[in-house]
């Protein structure tokens, strides 16, 4: 927590806004649009899951729609997918920033059009934080005429060319878990330039009650929406973003400077005029033989680190969904390790985990 988290919080009491909705609502849906600049209009939402979800019915997104999802990416990203009754179709990585690839989202596009129909959607994400290719990505969607919903839950504070990420898209979406790099606790966002798209969103994510003195309905909606209390944790988080963000390029640059030299050990670097908020710092390990006597070497000293995700291809609530794949996300899979990347780590805990891994591979 920055510090002002509580005064937002306490105001919320004090005043009797306790329930959904409230200035703190207000104040941090301006708080972001603010700092994301380009335009934007924000809504404020209970997760970042709900905003993808509204973010694909906002699009038209229905039973037997197919949308193209990045397949190394946390399962929030397509589970929403399903929840439509639509179909996923994963798409592989490219090396260069270990997001969404070009090449094969070109590839699966033109074999859906040709076998099946047009897909409704991508969903494009900034993994860890690193921007994905905006330029080819936006230029695919503009040739074929699908929107991107650009899924930022890992990426605020990141920019490509100077612009936040999370503006890109048709729709972006962000998320305020208690893993990223602000959190509300609980809660997300949907950010778009169109404002008629923002007002649906909250339209729908507030029960989707039509304008009547009565509780009246037309359309079936959802209790999305970010809890005054909440977004008073928000607003006092926001104040310290930039910190945040430094503190976890800090955390990622101390790697690099003491490992990136260390056989065996790759990092990703930012290709020119990417700005990556390095959510997590990651590390990329000769084969899975080493990553697993890394991770559970730090394990046996009670520190923390994980895989990379899983593709969603190889999970199996998804295995028999469509896939255009040629190895990269596996092969990162098998060879990549998060290690410890928190905002408050000191010094001394980064030299800890730097020391053990550098006496693994002695």
């Not at 037997?64 to 397509?78: H, K, P, W």
């Not at 929107?147 to 100077?162: C, Q």
């Not at 923002?198 to 304008?211: G, Y």
């Amino acid at each position: 927590m920055g510090g002002n988290e509580l005064k937002y919080i306490h105001e919320a009491f004090d005043t009797n806004w306790v329930a959904p909705l409230g200035p703190n609502v207000n104040a941090f849906e301006k708080a972001l649009e603010t700092k994301l600049e380009n335009d934007v209009h924000v809504a404020a939402l209970s997760s970042g899951t709900g905003a993808i979800h509204l973010a694909l019915e906002l699009l038209g997104v229905g039973p037997g729609d197919e949308v193209l999802c990045q397949s190394l990416t946390f399962s929030a990203s397509a589970n929403p997918i399903l929840y439509l009754g639509a179909k996923p179709i994963f798409i592989d990585s490219e090396a260069g920033t270990w997001n969404l690839s070009p090449e094969l989202l070109r590839e699966a596009i033109l074999h859906r059009i040709e076998h099946f129909k047009k897909p409704k959607a991508i969903i494009a994400v900034h993994l860890y934080g690193m921007p994905y290719q905006v330029e080819a990505i936006g230029d695919i969607s503009k040739e074929f005429n699908i929107p991107v919903i650009e899924d930022s839950a890992e990426a605020l504070g990141s920019k490509y060319k100077g612009i936040s990420c999370g503006t890109f898209g048709t729709i972006g979406i962000l998320s305020f878990n208690g893993n990223k790099i602000i959190t509300t606790s609980g809660g997300g966002a949907l950010v778009s330039k169109n404002k008629e798209l923002r007002d649906k969103a909250i339209f729908l994510a507030t029960q989707a009650r039509d304008d009547a003195p009565h509780y009246q309905h037309s359309h079936v909606g959802y209790n999305y929406r970010m809890s005054n209390v909440l977004a008073g944790i928000g607003r006092g988080q926001m104040e310290v973003l930039d910190l945040r963000v430094a503190s976890r390029r800090n955390n990622y640059a101390f790697y690099e400077r003491e490992l990136g030299s260390v056989p065996g050990i790759s990092f990703l670097p930012e290709p020119e005029e990417f700005f990556s908020n390095r959510w997590l710092s990651c590390i990329l390990t000769a084969n899975y033989g080493t990553r697993e006597k890394i991770r559970l070497a730090l394990l046996d000293e009670n520190i923390e680190s994980r895989p990379l995700w899983k593709p969603l291809h190889l999970q199996p609530v998804f295995q028999k969904y469509e896939q255009f794949m040629d190895g990269t996300s596996e092969n990162l899979f098998e060879r990549g390790l998060c290690l410890p990347s928190g905002s408050n780590l000191e010094p001394g805990d980064l030299e800890r985990v730097v020391t053990i891994i550098k006496n693994v591979l002695a």
